[in-house]
C-alpha cells in the first residue's frame, strides 16, 4: 500500500482536490440558491406593494375591496376590471415562481387567495377572465376557492 501511494501520490492528491472543487461548488449553489430565493421574494413583495398602492391612489378603487359591494346594482368599472386583472397577473407570477421553487413558500397563501377572489368584484372579473388563464394557475386559484 505504501509502494503504491509514493507511486501515485499526484493521482491521489488531484483527485482530492477535485473532489474538493466539486463539494464546495455545490454549497456555493446551494447558498446562490436560498440567496436568489430571498431576493426574489423581496421582489415579488415590491411588486405586491406598488399594485396595492393603486388603491391609495384611487380611492373608486377602494370598492374592489368591499365584502358588501354590490355589482349588480353598480357593475364592475373598468378601472376597477383593470385592477383586479393586474391583481391577477401578479399572483400568477408569484403562482410560477412558488412552483418552481424561485420564492420561499408562503403558509396559508390559499387562504389569501381565496379572501381575495371571494370579495364581489374580484369574482366577478375572474368568473370573466379565468378561461383566459393557464390550466394549472386557473386550477389553483378554483382550488384556494374552495379551501374550509
Known amino acids: 500500500m505504501q509502494y503504491w501511494l ?10 482530492i482536490g477535485i473532489i ?14 436560498k440567496t436568489r430565493r430571498v431576493a426574489n421574494l423581496l ?18 378603487l377602494g370598492r374592489v375591496i368591499d365584502p358588501a359591494a354590490n355589482i349588480s346594482k353598480e357593475p364592475v368599472s373598468p378601472m376597477e376590471e383593470l385592477f383586479v386583472g393586474l391583481i391577477i ?7 410560477y415562481a ?4 424561485l420564492v420561499i413558500k408562503w403558509e ?3 387562504q389569501d387567495v381565496k379572501q381575495f377572489f371571494s370579495l364581489p368584484i374580484p369574482k366577478a372579473v375572474w368568473t370573466k377572465t ?3 388563464q393557464n390550466h394549472d394557475f386557473a386550477a389553483f386559484i378554483e382550488v384556494s376557492l374552495k379551501q374550509p
Open 130 to 132: 379565468k378561461l383566459l
Open 20 to 33: 474538493g472543487s466539486l463539494l464546495f461548488t455545490a454549497f456555493a449553489l446551494h447558498s446562490e440558491t
Open 43 to 60: 421582489s415579488i413583495t415590491a411588486n405586491h406593494q406598488g399594485v396595492w398602492k393603486e388603491i391609495l391612489h384611487a380611492p373608486q
Open 89 to 95: 397577473a401578479h399572483v400568477n407570477s408569484v403562482y
Open 108 to 110: 396559508n397563501w390559499h
Open 6 to 15: 509514493v507511486e501515485n501520490w499526484f493521482d491521489v492528491l488531484s483527485s
Open 98 to 101: 412558488t412552483h418552481d421553487s
